[in-house]
């Protein structure tokens, strides 16, 4: 593991591996760099990668009182520590951070957006589902919290959830179910203002699950329509976490974009 200092002070750490340009991985809400684990024999093998763990779990540190823009910090610095443009690939809440950090750095050469969660109408969430994890939390339960996240929010089906508690980084995510109720909060209250990116240039892919709820198509659209150099890539039959369910083609959509090389400039 190696580590950055943040904005505000907070060490920031990350696994690095492979070899060749560097990748930036963010993953989302209850994981740690770990989640990408089964993904790194395949990423190493064109890319130095740079798994972070987002603040609050893992090799990283956290801060008194939360708020969502020091990790956009986090991500510039890591970005800006690295000495040439890196690729950037943001999941989820991770996705949110990785596309708000284009305004905060200029050394991001393309980015992969997986579903951010931003809010295009009403609450992102059902009524009441902050306040039954935080009772879950309060006594203890914080397996129980990672299950009803998966349930209620991320609406992921009976079998996708057994599939991700077998695997070894379950453990994990229970240690970072204190970080789930904060970041349910704050990203509810998020405004995602498209003015503000008329002017990032990177080029961006966004991948949407085929099978995923309306929230998650309808953020999609937003910052497609918003982004200048932007595409959208469905992944027919998933939802919310293919890079589980269906390693090889979230691998192909990933690979085919980053490698591809870049449009000439006019």
Known sequence: MHTVISKDGTTIAFARSGKGSPLILVHGTT???????????????HFTVYAIDRRGRGG????????????????????????????????SYGAVCALEALLRTSNIRKVV????????????????TIERLQALLDVGDRDGVVSTFFR???????????????????????????TIPREMRINDEYRFEPARFSAVRVPTLLLLGGSSPPLFKDAVEAVHAAL????????????????NTAPELFLREVLDFFLEPAAPKR
Do not use: K
């Open 31 to 45: 994981a740690d760099h770990t989640r990408w684990n089964p993904l790194l024999p395949q990423l190493e093998a």
């Open 60 to 91: 990283s540190g956290d801060a008194p009182g939360y708020a969502i823009e020091r990790e956009f910090d986090d991500l510039a610095a890591v970005a800006d520590a690295i000495g040439e443009a890196a690729l950037l690939l943001g999941h």
């Open 113 to 128: 957006l997986y579903e951010p969660p931003i809010r295009t109408t009403g609450s992102l969430y059902p009524p009441g």
């Open 152 to 178: 209620e929010v991320v609406r992921a089906p009976e079998e996708e959830l057994r599939m991700l508690r077998s695997l070894p980084n379950w453990g994990a995510r229970v240690a970072a179910a204190h």
């Open 228 to 243: 200048p150099v932007a595409r959208v890539a469905a992944l027919p039959g998933q939802q919310h976490t293919a890079m």
